[in-house]
């Protein structure tokens, strides 16, 4: 998987009917998760290609672990709304400054007899098939989320971070609580765990002679110390490289491969070796 003149690759690509302009690259950038609340992932990218209401995500992640995208990467889609950072409210209306990536699920489920429950558009689901989920005291239910669509979440979060340095990983709960309850609360973790790993580690960086790349999507190694300098090519996850310290003010520092190529590389993403 890689991302390419702002598309990822690969994916199915049906754009939506509704997104705004360039992002501000002045600003930050978050990636927002959602849920769908849709029957599958392909029903709801034909709702936003088609669709007259004024929403759109910039990628969908469905159940299988394959990738819809609707909105390239560097575009403003309509998926936060009305919407403010939990720990910086001065920043708000999040569309200007993030990433949308939806997960194929139904959302929130009503209970309706003991053995099952049901999603908003009538699909029912055996008691068996959902789990129990709570959040600040509210129990609700949910369809799980497969392994495929974490596995392509985490490895798409590396991804965006490497090509646009993200600041943070959100849900669309954190950002608009009084409205939002996706995605499900047995997400919360993974979406912290996701969050901690795209912050910036370089001040903290030990380097020895040594160190592996740890970015499961594989590493880009750049011409230059910074995110928008060409990519020489994608070092695979585990590769040895020789680093050379400092760390640059952009988290970058200059590395070899053992097969003698040099170029600079995110610090996030190398380990000791």
Known sequence: MLIKSHLVRPSDYMQACFFGSERNEDLPVYAVIHDTAGRSATSTANYIATSGRKVSYHLIVGRDGTIIQQVPLNYVAYHAGVSQHPAKPWLKALNRCSI?????NPGELSRTNPYECAAWFGEKFLIGEVVK???????SWHLPYTQKQLAT???????IDQEYDLSGVLSHHEIAPSRKVDPAPTLDPVIAALSAQVEDHSEGFE????????ALGGLNLRREPHIKSDVIEVLPINAGLTVEPPVYPSGYVFVATDEG???YVHSNYLQGA
């Open 100 to 104: 949308g990536i939806a997960l194929d």
């Open 153 to 159: 979440l985490e490895m798409l979060i590396q991804l």
């Open 261 to 263: 190529q040099s170029g």
């Open 207 to 214: 380097f020895g002679e040594r160190a592996i790349v740890s």
């Open 133 to 139: 989920a709570e959040r600040n005291g509210r129990k």
